[in-house]
T-cell receptor
Framework: GAGVSQTPSNKVTEKGKYVELRCDPI?????LYWYRQSLGQGPEFLIY????????DSGLPNDRFFAVRPEGSVSTLKIQRTERGDSAVYLC?????????????FGPGTRLTVL | DQQVKQNSPSLSVQEGRISILNCDYT??????FLWYKKYPAEGPTFLIS?????DKNEDGRFTVFLNKSAKHLSLHIVPSQPGDSAVYFC???????????FGAGTRLTVKP
């Protein structure tokens, strides 16, 4: 079935570089979420899109992180001037409508390693 | 701040026996709780949920219990099967909250 897909599956970059991580949500899902999972931790919320707009970006750690969803479907998480502490698995999830009771479906994640 | 805590990083049980995974939370505004299962190299998969108006929800071999006064929930798997071996995450959210708060996970190993 067509679940949430994320590309690339792995990304290795050098400190200070810029990276883009892509998420393709389930077709028809209006809500899209980005999470970050560090080693030994659970996923940590970063940002939530409802349609094209970022409805809640309170989880973004600083202004080096930015995400877009220009057509209300595919989303890109952008990280500028990467730091070693950005190394983590970045998970994307989508849900049909959003809201507290909607089930979120996760993609396999992108493992980012900053050297 | 850790609003959702899973204090047992790992659990090992014998096939056919019961697995009990525990989770504690601190935020009284949480009113919806979920369990996700995660296999290596895959994203978390939704397993079962419970609303704060209930104290039990059952789906096949999986049952979630909620004790609001203790701010504690647990996931029971019975009988446990080797295919249940995975990392289990507890998560919580408020009614109008967009973000889920996850625990650190418990790695369950079911031995044949």
């Amino acid at each position: 079935g067509a679940g949430v897909s994320q590309t690339p599956s792995n990304k290795v970059t050098e400190k200070g570089k810029y990276v883009e991580l892509r998420c393709d949500p389930i077709s028809g899902h209006t809500a899209l979420y980005w999470y970050r999972q560090s080693l030994g931790q659970g996923p940590e919320f970063l940002i939530y899109f409802q349609g094209t707009g970022a409805a809640d970006d309170s989880g973004l750690p600083n202004d080096r992180f930015f995400a877009v969803r220009p057509e209300g479907s595919v989303s890109t998480l952008k990280i500028q001037r990467t730091e070693r502490g950005d190394s983590a698995v970045y998970l994307c999830a989508s849900s049909l409508l959003g809201g507290g009771r909607d089930t979120q479906y996760f993609g396999p994640g992108t493992r980012l390693t900053v050297l | 701040d850790q609003q959702v805590k899973q204090n047992s990083p790992s659990l090992s049980v014998q096939e056919g026996r019961i697995s009990i995974l525990n989770c504690d939370y601190t935020n009284s505004m949480f009113d919806y709780f979920l369990w996700y299962k995660k296999y290596p190299a895959e994203g978390p998969t939704f397993l079962i949920s419970i609303s704060s108006i209930k104290d039990k929800n059952e789906d096949g071999r999986f049952t979630v219990f909620l004790n609001k006064s203790a701010k504690h929930l647990s996931l029971h798997i019975v009988p446990s099967q080797p295919g249940d071996s995975a990392v289990y995450f507890c998560a919580a959210r408020g009614y109008n909250n967009n973000d889920m708060r996850f625990g650190a996970g418990t790695r369950l190993t079911v031995k044949p």
